[in-house]
């Protein structure tokens, strides 16, 4: 008789708390989202190192053609700089007060490598420009010790003499107009 009294089952939500198909769906949310977070990690690491390397090689190739100044000032300055306001644009604004988050650090430590590659970098050039100044300073102790200056001829006596003379002359005058 249990047929007569048949009633239509109630449908479950798949999707219900207290289902197991929830509870694989929440745990394959977090897995996703901690996938996802650590490609972008991983994303913004290769990121760095590319652009520590290509600016790495953007200095030494402009060093290469002869263009240290090009090199050391503005390229590596520019750069640097880049890396920097990339880093402080991560700074986060909630509440009225900066919030400081790991974006911003990963970006800090971006513009610090390529700062220490840039550094890295230059240090050939910087004691190639110490040996250069060093070396023209020698070059410039010895040319002036052994160099023959000529002497200007010395005017001291005749000079003396003009002045005793002219004081001479200026005494008989004395001398003469007092006399008449």
């Known amino acids: 008789m249990d047929f ?3 009633e239509k089952p109630e449908l479950q939500d798949p999707f219900d708390s207290h289902s197991a198909l929830s509870l694989d769906a929440a745990r394959l949310d977090e897995e996703i989202a901690g996938i996802v977070s650590t ?3 991983l994303n913004k690491s290769l990121t760095a190192m590319t652009g520590v ?3 790495n090689g953007g200095v030494h190739l ?3 053609l ?3 100044a ?3 000032g503005t390229l590596g300055g520019i750069l640097f700089g880049l890396f920097l306001v990339n880093a402080l644009t991560k700074i986060r604004h909630s509440e009225g007060q900066p919030s400081i988050d790991s974006d911003f650090f990963l970006s800090l430590a971006q513009a610090a490598s390529v700062g220490t590659a840039l550094w890295l970098s230059f240090t050939e050039h910087r004691e190639i420009g110490t040996a250069a100044k060093d070396g023209r300073e020698r070059f410039l102790v010895e040319v ?3 160099e023959v200056k000529p002497e200007p001829p010395s005017h001291d006596l005749l000079l003396t003499l003009a002045i005793s003379l002219g004081g001479l002359l200026l005494m008989l005058g004395i001398v003469k107009s007092r006399a008449r």
């Open 144 to 146: 002036r010790a052994y």
């Open 66 to 68: 002869g263009l240290p």
């Open 62 to 64: 402009a060093a290469k």
């Open 4 to 6: 007569l009294t048949w």
């Open 53 to 55: 390397l290509l600016v």
């Open 39 to 41: 490609r972008r990690f």
């Open 70 to 72: 090009l090199a050391a």
